[in-house]
């Protein structure tokens, strides 16, 4: 195998390697993002025998979660540092070995596409434990395989099980899956076995799943609320109108994307895709253009605002992914040489990030000192009874404190104030007295009755902090209690 695979594919497959640790390194610690958190608390709840979506509420799939609680479960982090690291650190080890494996199957040309891909993800976000990141390798694969159409012996089970991870994984990713599940099952529909094999491999992955969520409070959470509600908030609605609008994404980021050096990369492989879109209608591939054409359309039904990173940009990173691995899988091996140009102008730009070495105390003090201190507070004032709500979204309180949330909201946003349901439910929960408030915005309940009967504390001298404990519980503090409170930077103003 090493004979057949040369030594000096090898070799620039550990220098790629190591240059990804260097780079994401930087990002063990930064930024911070209640999505990547909502995975970790709600992960735990699952560690502590609780089965998803039955007594924390969550829209997401369950694919993060379980993951997450596997991680929990491994590395037994005991602090908010800890956990944020080794979900990163894993990211780093998810992509390596998905390279490797890219790599192997679609030819070495894949080195650059996929190279380059790590050197911009994170403008999306794409180092953080969120659902786009674990799934951007793996629709990748799914893609590149279902355009060559040719499959191994057995590898229908493998494709069917990495579909039924995504499918767990990340919701939005559905059109797209079924597109190619029911495109797949036309095409084998002579050969049993194979549609056997693939549907088998997303069963398993759907039987293991089961085993994790209370399957009612699954539709409710993750199905019925998002398709009623989130989905037409969000503004994607009808998806032939979304299609159609993403079918047009290329143009308008050429037009109106940002001009960041990352963004004007991701540019030129639109550029690049066009090139390739011109060969194959030379050749009258018109098939092969259909798929490419509706594949990136379907990846993209979220996010049409192109000016946009970061945290209002990430849900791009998908389709950014394959903008750029589309072309270079269709180079010819010897053409794998063209993404040394692009790699070395990224190396260029994160030549910090890879020559400095990160100051993680600095990162844990800017992104999460806040939030640290005050969990700590509660977890060293609380009785075992004792609980918090926190709006709209500081979630880590929950984890750091080890304190159940009052209800099963750990999060509320402006939009669950929209479900008339769901606003009566957490405004019923604050009519329960929680002990502990962390407040940065009521999002449209209307709270000031409410909080008279708090007593608001400031943090490190701020006017407000938004913390809160009930003041009938406070007025019975003892004087260590106190010290600890202040301990923590928090004193009732």
């Not at 066009?274 to 509706?294: R, V």
Request: glycine share 6%; with cysteine.
């Amino acid at each position: 195998m090493i004979k057949k695979y040369q030594w000096w594919k090898i070799i620039i497959l550990i220098l790629c390697f190591f240059t990804i640790f260097l780079v994401q390194q930087q990002n063990l610690l930064k930024p911070n993002f209640v999505d990547e958190q909502d995975n970790f608390v709600v992960a735990k709840n699952l560690i502590n025998g609780n089965k998803i979506y039955t007594n924390i509420f969550s829209h997401h799939q369950p694919g993060t979660y379980i993951l997450s609680a596997a991680i929990q479960k491994i590395t037994k982090p005991n602090s908010i540092e800890i956990l944020i690291k080794r979900h990163r650190q894993f990211i780093i080890l998810w992509s390596i070995v998905w390279i490797i494996f890219i790599t192997w199957r679609f030819g070495f040309q894949m080195i650059g596409a996929m190279m380059i891909l790590e050197l911009i993800k994170n403008k999306y976000l794409g180092s953080l434990f969120l659902a786009e990141s674990l799934v951007i390798a793996p629709m990748i694969y799914l893609v590149l395989s279902f355009l060559e159409n040719k499959l191994a012996k057995n590898e229908p089970f493998f494709w069917g099980l990495i579909a039924g991870i995504v499918g767990i994984t990340l919701a939005p990713m559905w059109p797209v899956l079924a597109l190619m599940i029911l495109t797949f099952c036309w095409r084998y529909r002579k050969k049993a076995k194979n549609i056997g094999l693939m549907i088998g491999g997303g069963a398993l992955v759907s039987a293991i799943t089961l085993c994790f969520i209370n399957i009612s409070g699954y539709f409710e959470n993750a199905i019925l609320i998002n398709q009623k509600y989130y989905i037409s908030i969000a503004g994607g609605g009808n998806l032939i109108i979304s299609t159609i609008k993403s079918l047009i994404t290329p143009f308008f980021y050429l037009k109106d994307g940002l001009n960041l050096p990352e963004i004007l990369l991701v540019k030129f492989f639109i550029l690049i895709l066009f090139i390739l879109l011109l060969f194959l209608i030379k050749e009258k591939k018109w098939q092969k253009i259909l798929w490419i054409l509706l594949i990136l359309s379907l990846v993209n039904l979220r996010n049409f605002e192109l000016q946009k990173i970061y945290y209002d940009g990430f849900h791009l990173l998908i389709w950014v992914a394959l903008i750029i691995t589309i072309p270079f899988y269709f180079l010819k091996n010897k053409w794998w040489i063209l993404g040394l140009l692009p790699i070395i102008y990224l190396l260029f730009l994160n030549r910090e990030s890879i020559l400095n070495k990160p100051d993680y105390k600095q990162d844990f003090e800017i992104y999460y000192s806040r939030i640290f201190n005050m969990s700590e507070a509660i977890r060293t004032t609380k009785n075992e009874s004792d609980s918090l709500l926190a709006i709209p979204d500081e979630v880590l309180g929950y984890w750091q404190a080890e304190i159940s949330p009052k209800g099963r909201f750990i999060f509320f946003y402006k939009w669950m104030t929209g479900v008339d349901f769901l606003k009566k439910e957490q405004l019923n929960n604050f009519q329960l007295n929680p002990e502990y408030l962390i407040i940065k915005g009521d999002e449209g309940l209307n709270l000031a009755e409410t909080l008279r009967k708090y007593t608001d504390f400031s943090y490190r001298g701020s006017e407000s902090s938004e913390f809160f404990i009930r003041t009938d519980v406070y007025k019975n503090f003892s004087k260590e209690k106190i010290e600890r409170l202040n301990y923590y930077g928090l004193k009732a103003i």
